[in-house]
């Protein structure tokens, strides 16, 4: 009898701003698995967070129509089950409930809060399934850009200027937070917190717009970030985490250059509609030792918030030589197009075999506190 494949649920959609690029980047990831070595269950939520099976045709998923796609309705609802022998998937209809079999490991392609930010992660571990990618307090510290700071200063990082706005100090005293930023230099970067793809960006160049920049962030979220701009190359560098006790690897770093036709930064729209925004070069022109250093700080960064699986290190490098470090993202980008599969493909590691390693690193790991 031939052994059984492992069962990778593909999990993608949910409930934050960023439920399209989730659903781009599981198109790619779909397109590409192996399925000869995987047997793979898509699963969809929906921005209200229900659970559902998809269609294994990846095709409505992408950015191919012009449109940006969207898990709708629920019609085949799932969910998670686990006794002290397996993790299984069941299926809910006409009153009766199927079981779907077991799953083995689970993706979680998904972007933003209740997704990246450690909730799906303590839900997985309650579960009893391994999964790809970091765990709940790399998950949380990666999506939160206040604490992620707090983390790199201690760890010894140069990190740039910036203040935060709570909720709280927000409605209490708005023009205390606003004179509190104007210590920064313009032109400053308004953002929420808690949020990724550059959704609720706003650049500020001078004072009079800066709140209606914090009232747009926080459309997103209630807590909003507020950093002075750095004068700065925009390196990227990607991180796998090595197997068993071996150390973390970094991949070749890229950068990405915004084009000067409407876009003052790499946002939303320069990200994922327009094509002929940016240009992600890679590997990215550096010295020896500079391309070195940053692959250094990376891991460096990675080990920092004791992340797992996979993640994408932004840096700024500016004309005098010193690296800044702007954020870490435990789940970038992942389409075969994305900066991180770029550079790891650069690296030697191609799109299908990057898949298979996450895999394997989410199966060796064990579940609960390690």
């Not at 717009?209 to 962030?217: K, M, T, V």
């Not at 020896?288 to 990376?298: C, G, P």
Request: hydrophobic share 40%; glycine share 10%.
């Amino acid at each position: 009898m031939s052994q059984r494949k492992p069962r990778v649920l593909l999990l993608f959609g949910g409930r934050s701003s960023e439920h399209s690029v989730s659903c781009v980047t599981a198109a790619g990831v779909m397109q590409e698995i192996d399925k000869d070595r995987f047997d793979v269950i898509p699963v969809g939520i929906t921005r209200d967070g229900a659970w559902t099976l998809v269609d294994e045709d990846s095709s409505g998923w992408t950015l191919s129509s012009g449109k940006l796609p969207e898990i709708a309705v629920a019609d085949k609802p799932v969910h998670l089950s686990n006794d002290s022998e397996r993790t299984t998937l069941l299926h809910y209809a006409d009153s009766q409930i199927t079981d779907l079999g077991q799953i083995d490991v689970v993706f979680p392609l998904l972007h933003g809060p209740f997704g990246e930010d450690g909730s799906i992660q303590g839900m997985l571990e309650m579960s009893g399934v391994g999964y790809v990618g970091s765990g709940i307090a790399a998950s949380a510290m990666g999506m939160d850009k206040h604490f992620m700071k707090v983390v790199f200063e201690s760890a010894g990082f140069n990190v740039g200027p910036y203040e935060v706005i709570t909720n709280k100090q927000w409605l209490r005293d708005s023009e205390a937070a606003l004179a509190r930023c104007e210590n920064l230099q313009y032109p400053l970067f308004v953002k929420p917190a808690r949020a990724g793809s550059s959704v609720g960006i706003t650049k500020v160049d001078e004072s009079s717009s800066l709140r209606a920049a914090i009232e747009a962030a926080r459309l997103e979220d209630p807590k909003v970030i507020v950093e002075q701009g750095i004068s700065g190359r925009e390196i990227e560098c990607g991180v796998l985490e090595g197997r068993r006790s071996e150390p973390a690897r970094a991949s070749m770093p890229g950068e990405i250059a915004v084009a000067d036709n409407g876009h003052t930064f790499y946002d939303f729209e320069a990200k994922y509609v327009d094509g002929t925004a940016a240009k992600l070069s890679c590997p990215a022109i550096l010295s020896e030792e500079a391309t070195a250093s940053i692959r250094e700080l990376a891991v460096k960064a990675f080990d920092a918030i004791d992340a797992e699986g996979l993640s994408r290190v932004d840096f700024f490098y500016t004309p005098d030589g010193q690296w800044i470090i702007n954020e870490i993202n435990t789940m970038p980008g992942f389409t075969p197009s994305s900066m991180y599969p770029q550079m790891w493909d650069k690296t030697g590691i191609g799109y299908s075999a990057l898949i298979d390693e996450l895999i394997a690193l989410a199966c060796e790991r064990k579940i609960g506190l390690r």
